[in-house]
């Protein structure tokens, strides 16, 4: 589960004609403070009448808190101004009239981070802009383990420094580590309270699969208990990705590193599908499902669900006894025919929010009939989405453009026996993960290909043969402790 950064108001008014403007951040930031350095450089329009300006008038919204330490122009030091309910407001000098102005700007903002857990903190910083001009700036923060930038944005992490580059205003998410408390760190995560064995897949798989990696440094993750976390996010949730962060619930046992794999994939679609504004989510849940469902055929000895399927029943070994055990499909097979042969469109609006089952299996099978059907990769998309332009708010506008390179109604067949083939097809697929190290420096990743199992139910001589060699194993047992029995009483 996935939950998008929301930008926040942030304003800055040029009160004089405006040609073009770029602004340049600098700021050092802790969880106890932050300090910050801003650069505007104006440029009035030559063709409007009121340019050259004889004294630039600006509005620019800062902390409520902020200390404003330094204000010049290029004329020198700004005396004309006032700082009220957050609002700064500048006259710069009245001298020659000019076509250019520079207005430097230093606060220091003395209040602490918002505190997430007690390990864990996160600040948030505004930057207020121009429509259409450029943001871009350098942040150093001691203990940096991944952020966010809201907007059209780019922007990289390298230890303790986020460069970033935006249009118009924006807003800056920092997630601080407390160094002094006590936490689980590997290579690719920092776990505030319990760490997850093998954690490493849950990282070099999605990147892999997906050629694509997260941002962060190291990705905080937080396990709260299952009622607290129940209460705030839902009991039908398991975890959940925010503002580059991993919330999840304590009670997940072994499905702990797929559920985990599944987020890693959020924070890379955070990226990938920076474009959509759309709310909807088939395919970012439909692509985190995938990875996690591979994730599961790795580690897992007994067969795992089928997609529109059908039931798989087996047998395993408990306490010496034989179960019959059977694993049910996730998504129903005539449910899915139904939605086909009602010509219904539900899927273009859905934004996991209701019939949640069939969503999440939907999305699911768009992803696996494009990589068992299709020859294809997940890595094609995400290739795809990263090449979209601009910003697509409508919904009916995305599922035109993601039509375009991925079929977004897999077997979607008038004939029943069609469609039941095809998801026996996607199903019976031999599927496989490619598991990848990241190059220091570089984009490249060094990428392995595991192939995956398909679960094959023992045949009958298999389970007598199971059966016999167990009855032996307890006929020793019970002949060696006869046998130390009848040596006890001669000693």
Not at 63 to 68: G, K
Not at 256 to 277: G, Q
Not at 334 to 350: G, I, R, T, V
Request: charged fraction near 30%.
């Amino acid at each position: 589960m996935s939950n998008k950064f929301l930008l926040f108001g942030v304003m800055a008014l040029l009160l004089s004609a405006l040609g073009s403007a770029q602004v340049f951040y600098e700021s050092e930031a802790s969880i106890d403070y932050e300090k910050t350095n801003i650069t505007i450089q104006l440029s009035c329009d030559s063709s409007e009448d009121n340019c050259p300006v004889n004294s630039w008038n600006l509005e620019w919204n800062l902390p409520n808190e902020a200390q404003i330490e330094k204000l010049n122009s290029s004329r020198g030091e700004i005396e004309d101004y006032e700082f009220e309910r957050g609002v700064l407001s500048i006259t710069t000098n009245v001298q020659t009239p000019t076509e250019n102005e520079t207005v430097f700007i230093q606060y220091q903002n003395d209040q602490s981070a918002e505190p997430v857990h007690e390990k864990f903190y996160t600040r948030e910083i505004d930057l207020p802009g121009f429509n259409s001009e450029t943001n871009s700036g350098n942040i150093t923060a001691k203990n940096l383990l991944s952020g966010q930038v809201s907007g059209t944005s780019s922007y990289n992490i390298r230890e303790d420094s986020m460069k970033f580059s935006t249009e118009g205003s924006s807003n800056l998410i920092l997630n601080l580590l407390d160094e002094d408390k006590e936490y689980f760190e590997t290579d690719y995560f920092v776990f505030a309270n319990s760490e997850v064995e093998e954690s490493d897949l849950a990282y070099e798989a999605p990147i892999g699969i997906l050629e694509k990696q997260p941002k962060a440094n190291k990705m905080p993750v937080i396990f709260i208990d299952s009622s607290t976390y129940d209460s705030e996010y839902g009991e039908w949730s398991q975890a959940r990705y925010s503002q580059d962060m991993i919330i999840m619930r304590e009670d997940l046992d072994e499905r702990e590193l797929p559920v985990l794999a599944h987020e890693v994939v959020h924070a890379i679609n955070s990226h990938v599908l920076s474009w959509d504004r759309t709310g909807t989510s088939y395919l970012d849940e439909g692509m985190a499902t995938y990875v996690e469902y591979l994730i599961q055929r790795k580690m897992s000895e007994k067969p795992v669900y089928e997609v529109f399927g059908d039931e798989i029943t087996y047998e395993e070994r408990r306490e010496g006894q034989r179960y019959e055990v059977t694993q049910y499909p996730r998504g129903d097979k005539d449910e899915l025919w139904e939605y086909y042969q009602q010509e219904s469109n539900a899927m273009k609006d859905w934004n996991g929010d209701n019939n949640r089952e069939f969503g999440y299996s939907y999305g699911q099978l768009i992803v696996m009939n494009h990589v068992s059907r299709n020859d294809g990769e997940l890595s094609d998309i995400t290739s795809d989405l990263n090449q979209i332009e601009g910003s697509i708010e409508n919904n009916s506008e995305k599922w035109e453009k993601l039509g375009e390179f991925v079929d977004l109604e897999p077997c979607n067949y008038e004939d029943r026996e069609d469609f039941n083939n095809c998801l026996e097809e996607i199903n019976d697929h031999n599927y496989t993960i490619q598991r990848a190290e990241p190059i220091e420096d570089s984009e490249e990743f060094q990428i392995d290909r595991i192939e995956l199992e398909k679960f094959e139910p023992e045949s009958e001589q298999e389970n007598i043969q199971e059966e016999i060699q167990a009855e032996t194993q307890n006929i020793i047992l019970w002949l060696q402790q006869a046998f130390n029995r009848f040596l006890s009483a001669f000693r």
